[in-house]
């Protein structure tokens, strides 16, 4: 009976042995990346690679960044034992000169539940990235053209977001990545974030105007990119009004009108 029970307590240790080992493995092939130097425009982005080298799914719950400047993605699928799997880490450099260090939280329910993940590097601007290329280094560059770089939108009411489309083309070497946009407003931004366009190919690019100031206005929109050759420009412009409706046509004048 003493036996019997000794073999029944090993067996439980045993099989509490084994499912404590029953669990992934987040193996990453490096924690850390280097961009080096970054020209000011790009969206600088690196793909950290690891392996389920346990023998139990990793599902990822969470990956948070350690600042809104950089946008993290990661596969959204069980990662199977032996499978890969990818935390995506974008720092968007526009605007932002200089030496930058940004980390990413992995939160999973592999052996170690947290992960950090860390990207690095030295954005310059352009004119310093200009002044070390060779001539034809620059022309292997990506090159932004627009359709055209002006729109009116005409009679606006303040508080609308009217949308205007733009067809950008890539006429350089290498994909275009659209960056951040600047305006002298601080009232436009992008519908959706613009996806890198491949050389030769266009892109309908899409900005939301929310200016809500009444007059006739006249904005200038900057638009960074990788573009070596400099940031792209445009004019929105709008006569905005308190109201659209005739019977408010009072308002427009700021003079009190007595109704009876």
């Known amino acids: ?47 950290f ?59 999973s329910n592999a052996t ?17 990235v200009k002044s070390t290329l060779t001539p034809a280094q620059l022309a292997q560059s990506p090159r932004v053209v627009l359709d055209r770089t002006s729109h009116d939108f005409g009679k606006m009411e303040a508080g609308q977001q009217p949308v205007v489309r733009f067809t950008v083309k890539n006429t350089g070497k290498q994909d275009l990545v659209l960056g951040m946009l600047s305006s002298t407003c601080n009232c436009v931004g ?31 929109v900057t638009i960074s990119s990788n573009d070596l050759n400099g940031d792209t420009k445009l004019t929105l412009t709008a006569n905005v009004v308190r109201d659209l409706n005739a019977a408010s046509m009072v308002k427009e004048s700021g003079v009190a009108v007595p109704f009876k």
């Open 1 to 47: 009976m003493k036996n019997l029970a000794s073999l029944f307590l090993a067996l439980v240790l045993g099989l509490a042995q084994l499912g404590a080992r029953a669990q992934g493995v987040m193996t990453f092939e490096k924690e850390l990346h280097d961009f080096g130097n970054v020209a000011e425009g790009t969206m600088a982005t690196h793909e």
């Open 49 to 107: 690679k690891f392996k389920n080298t346990g023998n139990q799914p990793i599902i990822i719950a969470n990956v948070q960044a350690s600042c809104g400047c950089t946008t993290p993605d990661w596969t959204k699928t069980p990662v199977m034992p032996g499978k890969n799997g990818i935390i995506k880490a974008m720092y968007s450099s526009s605007g932002r000169p200089g030496i930058f260090n940004k980390t990413v939280t992995v939160t």
């Open 112 to 128: 170690t539940p947290s992960a950090v993940l860390t990207i690095k590097g030295n954005v310059l601007n352009k004119d310093e």
């Open 190 to 220: 992008y519908k959706a974030t613009p996806t890198p366009i491949k050389p030769g190919q266009s892109s309908v690019v899409e900005l939301i105007y929310a200016q809500r100031q009444v007059g006739k206005m006249s904005d200038v």
